[in-house]
């Protein structure tokens, strides 16, 4: 049954009427509610929510599926924050289990991909004192002036509130000044949940919703874009999700800069809130397609292969999904150390071309900003060709 045919059969078919109205939105490309995102959340199924998150995302992106060739730098797993969810950290007073690296070390790390067909570099990771404003400011501007050609897509609100504040700059200044230096884009962490009942039993410490929005505004201002996340699956009730979404749409409203919506499903290996159990993949999967429904003024959801596993990362991709991100190369502690599945992670183009294709969808690598840089739909690799040419054994 096509997208189309399965949501005619939702209408007309004796959905619960509240659902019923919802699908009948979506088709007519009606805003929902916030108490219609609650009502996902609260009644919707997993088949149901699939066939509109997939009207959705075939309406806006047909089959195409977007990855990149990226690499990380954390430059620190030190931390001055006690988030409780957080597995990655060592705080200041268990320094010796932890790494910080200088200037020279990360571009050490860019050095290591001159030959790769790299187009971005993804930073973040903790937040320690000597690693402020002068010190991304001589990073931002050493790798540009090294490699042009690389996207930065760098650093959070967590750390830029603490850097800015250290250094007595506003926002908008502050984010002015690193754009100057070569910073190009931010990602979306640090936003957990935003409401504060939740925010200050797991992040009670580090900037708060308003702040990380409008940091996100300000660099939206100077043109930049920018990405949002969301911690689903500890604490937090359905209606929390929602009002973290219904700010960012809000935002969104506003600016404009958002690029890319990205759940990320919380782990509990080895962090102060363990004792949690993790969610199911049937709910990563409800929970990627409501973001898809609610989030109308978002153009991409996006699913961190690393993060869920390849497996349910194909699966999200009939969920609202349009986009697996990138390569990796194994440079990012942050997800195994939480106990993601993917301990060492690491694809080759190939590899996710072939895991999008080998679930029908339409493979594009994308640089930061989403312009094509190949489209792979066609592309048939060297050992494929190889494999043409097995003899099937002639039983007469
Ligand atoms: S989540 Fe980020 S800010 Fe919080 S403790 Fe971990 S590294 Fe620090």
């Known amino acids: 049954m096509n997208a189309n045919k399965a949501l005619d059969f939702l209408i007309k078919s004796e959905t619960d009427p509240d659902l019923k109205k919802i699908a009948e939105k979506v088709v007519a490309e009606e805003r929902i509610t916030v108490e219609e995102g609650i009502i996902l959340y609260q009644k919707g199924e997993l088949n149901y929510l699939g066939v509109l998150a997939n009207y959705i995302r075939e309406r806006k992106h047909g089959d195409r599926t977007y990855f990149n060739r990226n690499f990380h730098i954390e430059p620190t797993n030190v931390c001055v924050y006690d988030c409780k969810f957080c597995s990655y950290s060592r705080m200041i007073k268990q320094r010796e ?26 930073i973040t990771g903790g937040v320690v004192p000597k690693q ?32 800015f504040k250290k250094a007595k700059l506003s926002h908008f200044d502050g984010m002015k000044y ?4 070569g910073l190009d884009s931010m990602p979306g962490g640090g936003a957990e949940i935003f409401h504060p009942e ?23 201002k100077l043109g930049m874009n920018t990405n949002a996340t969301m911690l689903y699956g500890h604490i937090e009730a359905y209606w929390h999700r929602v009002d973290h979404m219904e700010r960012l749409r809000q935002l969104q409203d506003k600016t404009g ?38 989030l109308d003024n978002f153009d991409h959801i996006k699913a961190y292969w690393a993060m869920i596993s390849r497996d349910t990362a194909q699966l ?24 993601a599945e993917e301990q060492t992670p690491a694809m080759s183009t190939q590899q996710l071309v072939e895991l999008i294709k080998n679930v029908g969808r339409h ?34």
Not at 364 to 392: C, G, H, Q
Request: glycine fraction near 4%; charged fraction near 30%.
């Open 178 to 181: 690193l754009k100057e230096c």
């Open 198 to 220: 939740v925010r200050e039993k797991i992040a009670h410490d580090k900037c708060t919703a308003e702040q990380w929005l409008d940091i996100h505004e300000q660099a939206h």
């Open 97 to 122: 289990e932890g790494w910080e690296m200088d200037v020279e070390g990360m571009m050490d790390v860019v050095r290591r991909y001159d030959d790769d067909a790299v187009t971005e570099v993804h």
């Open 316 to 339: 999200s991709l009939a969920y609202g999904v349009n986009d697996i991100d990138g390569t990796l190369d194994d440079t990012t502690k942050i997800y195994s150390m939480a106990g």
């Open 257 to 294: 800069g958002f690029q890319t919506f990205i759940p990320l499903k919380f782990r509990n290996k080895d962090n102060q809130m363990s004792n949690i159990p993790e969610v199911s993949v049937i709910e990563d999967l409800r929970n990627y397609a409501i973001a898809r429904i609610y």
């Open 132 to 163: 402020n404003l002068e010190f991304y400011a001589d990073f931002f501007k050493k790798c540009k002036a090294h490699r042009p050609d690389l996207h930065i897509k760098a650093l959070t609100p967590v750390e830029y509130y603490y850097i």
């Open 363 to 396: 493979p594009i690598e994308r640089d930061t900003l989403y312009n094509v840089v190949t489209d792979y739909k066609d592309v048939v690799f060297d050992e494929d060709k190889s494999k043409r040419y097995y003899a099937l054994p002639v039983v007469n």
